[in-house]
């Protein structure tokens, strides 16, 4: 099978970072779905795993999360999935990636395509659709349905694709939602999303909400830079409130005053914990992406792709990677085709 993999990790500019290679196709395990690969989004720990680093792996190793595609076979414990049918899932960090033609996944960890997306628009969905709904409706205290009842939410990172799945979830379930983005085609991407207000994350947040009419909110999700906004959330937020993170500090983070003072929750969502850890929740995801499928056939929620390059190959790829390393994407960048 044709595959796209690195051996070493190097700049996304060297030819050499991601190429193209053949592969054997794999055999479905018991609870495996063997996937005909059709889409692939690409999303920041792809490119954080394939960031320069010294060690040189001994065998073509295939990245990759985001992925749609159609069931060639499955194995023998399988329930729910049939040969044929369009899935999509965002996968297992710990197991060979989604840039190959046909790749396994753990069928706990899949959902059934939704009906009226194709498989581009799909697969540009379950890694932010998943990350965003764990933080919001699990990590955090919220309910998916009425959770965000008066109550207001900071997104931090609006236009990025967990903030374009999280600012629909979170008005959907009632939030006041506001968004940071600071241009002009991010700022009309939040509004599109479903964002009440958008204010610019270059300057000092608090005096934009003070305008806004709010001198605290509920919950703040910081999708962007933990580092950066860690002392400003501290001082947003209100007593009893909530922050949800997805980016590794680069360095300590005081979790004293005013967050002990306040007794703010700290919540943080790492979207491969299920299938890392192997919890015997692992379920969850499937039904998740269940749930997302419906909502968006039922034209609740809305897909987040912008951009699709064709074919899947290591040259879209990189280009793919180079993208989304510049930092001004906005939603989610597809591959699609062989």
Not at 110 to 127: F, I, N, T, Y
């Amino acid at each position: 099978m044709k595959a796209v993999a690195l051996t070493r990790y190097l700049p996304i500019d060297d030819p050499q970072s991601l190429f193209d290679v053949e592969l054997p196709t794999p055999t479905p395990g018991a609870h495996d779905l063997l996937v005909r690969v059709e889409a692939v989004s690409v999303n920041p720990v792809d490119t954080k795993l394939r960031a320069p680093k010294p060690q040189i792996e001994a065998q073509p190793k295939v990245l990759g999360f985001d992925a749609a595609g159609v069931v060639e076979a499955t194995g023998n414990a399988v329930d729910g999935f049939r040969p044929g049918e369009r899935v999509y899932y965002a996968g297992d960090v710990t197991r060979p990636g989604s840039n190959a033609q046909f790749q396994l996944v753990d069928a706990r960890l899949a959902g059934h395509a939704p009906r009226s997306l194709d498989l581009a628009e799909a697969a540009a969905l379950p890694l932010t659709a998943l990350t965003a709904w764990e933080l919001l409706f699990q990590r955090m205290p919220f309910d998916s349905e009425h959770g965000g009842e008066d109550k207001s939410l900071l997104v931090i990172g609006g236009a990025g694709g967990v903030g374009s799945m999280a600012i629909q979830l979170a008005r959907r379930a009632g939030f006041r939602v506001i968004a940071t983005a600071s241009r002009s085609e991010t700022i009309d991407w939040c509004r599109t999303m479903g964002a009440h207000h958008v204010i610019d994350h270059r300057h000092a947040l608090a005096p934009q909400l003070e305008a806004l009419g709010f001198g605290q909110v509920d919950a703040v999700l910081n999708l962007a830079d933990t580092d950066r906004y860690w002392d400003a959330i501290g001082q947003l937020l209100a007593p009893q409130g909530h922050v949800g993170l997805i980016v590794e500090p680069a360095g300590a983070l005081r979790i004293g005053d005013p967050y002990k003072a306040k007794c703010i929750g700290i919540h943080w969502e790492f979207m491969f914990a299920r299938s890392r850890f192997h919890t015997r929740d692992m379920a969850e995801q499937g039904r998740i992406l269940a749930r997302i499928a419906d909502l968006i056939d039922a034209g609740e929620l809305r897909g987040t792709r912008t951009a699709t390059l064709a074919p899947i190959n290591a040259a879209n790829l990189r280009e793919a990677h180079l993208r989304l390393e510049s930092g001004h994407t906005i939603g989610k960048l597809v591959l699609a085709g062989w």
